[in-house]
């Protein structure tokens, strides 16, 4: 973890936060689609818990399909596990980080929720609060 500063491709203003190595820290995260907060998965059990398995194709296995589509039900169930963001958003494997200042998209773009194929970034951008998975379930089993 450091703290970076990330101008917003947007409106030019900085935003400043945690920038996460996803792949040292062994994590993932799901932006909300509407603020710049971000969920962080964690806890791999989770995923387990809830029966939900990723399959390991390689292009042109039987039930690959382009740009990882096969994925798409699977985040589809891993969103749906997960309360809410505070702002009344969802967080989304699709989403992309938005600036803290005009809450425009950081690195400009577009989210392209049915590619799949650039669902897992490798660092995570905290700027405006962070969710934990565990706690953010919706049945936490508390
Ligand atoms: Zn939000
Ligand atoms: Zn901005």
């Given amino acids: ?12 203003q900085e935003s400043t936060g945690e920038l996460y ?4 820290s062994n994590m993932k ?4 689609d509407s603020c710049p907060k971000v969920l962080l998965l964690k806890n791999r059990e ?8 990723f399959p390991h194709l390689q292009a042109g296995d039987e039930g690959w399909e382009f740009y990882d589509r096969h994925l798409l039900p699977i985040y589809k169930q891993i969103e749906g596990l ?4 505070s702002c009344g958003g969802r967080f989304r ?3 992309l980080p938005r600036c803290s200042v005009c809450n425009d998209f950081l690195f400009g773009g577009k989210p392209e929720p049915d590619k799949p194929i650039h669902w897992s970034p ?12 565990t706690e953010h379930l919706i049945d936490n089993g508390t």
Avoid at 21 to 24: A, E, I, P, T, Y
Wanted: positive net charge; aromatic residues 12%.
């Fill in 29 to 32: 995260c799901m932006y909300c």
């Fill in 21 to 24: 190595h996803l792949g040292f």
């Fill in 122 to 133: 490798k660092h995570v951008f905290v700027t405006d609060g962070s969710y934990n998975d």
């Fill in 82 to 85: 997960f309360k809410p963001c």
């Fill in 93 to 95: 494997a699709w989403a």
């Fill in 1 to 12: 973890m450091s703290k970076h500063t990330q101008k917003c491709n947007s409106c030019g």
């Fill in 46 to 53: 989770l995923l387990e818990k809830n029966g939900i398995k």
